[in-house]
């Protein structure tokens, strides 16, 4: 591809952000981003490995708005439970990916997808079934279970959400 091909070409985010190719912009013999406009002359780069597809337009990952609304991870914020509990402070995250797994707080480790993240950390109490729930004699959901959407509409499938939900009280 010719860079005299890309000047001028639209462009269009996983996001819906829609622009064209003002100028082609390089370090170091490589091609590092493209500076491009909207339809109202704003201006914003597209990095050059965040481009998904060339075609009649260009097609691109909008890291963007995911860095604009990107909050700083601060390591030492308190963790509490729903009832107000002091758990300890976080200590350190798991990733995978780029993808946080757990986090550390106090002496334990908690799913990451579960945690409330401001000034404080906010670790809401896990619900677990403390008998089985059963139906016409077989057992449906196991004592212990963590009572999670996915159990609540598994439950709603069997015809036994209001079971379900008074075993976890």
């Not at 109202?40 to 995911?66: H, Q, Y």
């Not at 107000?84 to 995978?96: A, R, S």
């Not at 946080?100 to 002496?107: E, M, P």
Request: proline share 2%; hydrophobic share 40%.
């Amino acid at each position: 591809m010719k860079i005299s091909e890309l000047y001028g070409k639209k462009v269009e985010s996983t996001a819906g952000k829609i622009g064209y190719v003002v100028s082609c912009n390089g370090a170091a013999g490589k091609l590092v981003c493209l500076l491009c406009a909207d339809e109202d002359e704003n201006e914003f780069f597209v990095d050059v490995k965040n481009i998904l597809s060339v075609g009649s337009k260009i097609i691109f990952e909008d890291r963007e708005t995911a860095i604009k609304a990107a909050k700083p991870i601060r390591l030492g914020r308190a963790g509490f439970n729903e009832a107000g509990k002091y758990l300890g402070n976080l200590t350190d995250l798991d990733f995978k990916g780029t993808k946080i797994q757990r986090a550390k707080i106090g002496k334990r480790n908690y799913p990451a997808e579960k945690l409330f993240m401001g000034d404080v950390i906010i670790v809401p109490t896990a619900k677990k079934l403390k008998s089985d729930v059963i139906k016409d004699g077989k057992v449906i959901l196991k004592k212990g279970t963590e009572v999670n959407s996915q159990v609540l509409s598994s439950a709603a499938a069997e015809g036994e959400f209001v079971q379900t939900n008074l075993k976890s009280l």
